[in-house]
C-alpha cells in the first residue's frame, strides 16, 4: 500500500504560487496514477487534476487550467502540483491520492476511484 504524505502548503497573497509535493513510500510510485483534490470549508472535495503512472497523460479541472500544472519524479517517489496565479477561492485543504494500475496512460480526477490518501496540505490565499 502506498503511503502519501503532501507539503508546501501555507499562507499566499493573490496572484502568488505555490508548489506542492505529494512524496510517496511503500511502493514504486511508478505503479500509481497520482491526483490532487482539495477541499474548502463547507464544500465537497473537488478534483483538480492528474497525471498517468508514466507521466504521459494529464487532465485539470476548468477552473484550475492554464494557473496549475502537475508533474511527478518517480525516482524521487514525489508528485508535484504548481499553482499560480492563486486566487482567494483556492483557499482549501489540498490532497494528493494514489490509485495502482496497470495502465500506463490512465488517469481520472474522480475521488472515488483512488484508494490511498495523503493527510491533506492547508493552501491559504488572502491578502
Known amino acids: 500500500q502506498l503511503q502519501l504524505v503532501e507539503s508546501g502548503g501555507g499562507l499566499v497573497q493573490p496572484g502568488g504560487s505555490l508548489r506542492l509535493s505529494c512524496a510517496a513510500s511503500g511502493s514504486f510510485l511508478s505503479l500509481y496514477a497520482i491526483g490532487w483534490f482539495r477541499q474548502a470549508p463547507g464544500k465537497e472535495r473537488e478534483g483538480l487534476s492528474c497525471?498517468?503512472?508514466?507521466?504521459?497523460?494529464?487532465s485539470y479541472l476548468d477552473s484550475v487550467k492554464g494557473r496549475f500544472s502537475m508533474s511527478r519524479d518517480n525516482a524521487k517517489s514525489t508528485v508535484y502540483l504548481q499553482m499560480n496565479n492563486l486566487s482567494l477561492e483556492d483557499t482549501a485543504v489540498y490532497y494528493c491520492?494514489?490509485?495502482?494500475?496497470?495502465?500506463?496512460?490512465?488517469?481520472?480526477?474522480?475521488?472515488?476511484?483512488?484508494?490511498?490518501w495523503g493527510q491533506g496540505t492547508q493552501v491559504t490565499v488572502s491578502s
Open positions: 491520492a494514489a490509485r495502482h494500475t496497470l495502465t500506463r496512460t490512465w488517469c481520472s480526477r474522480a475521488g472515488t476511484t483512488f484508494t490511498s
Open positions: 497525471i498517468s503512472s508514466a507521466g504521459g497523460s494529464t
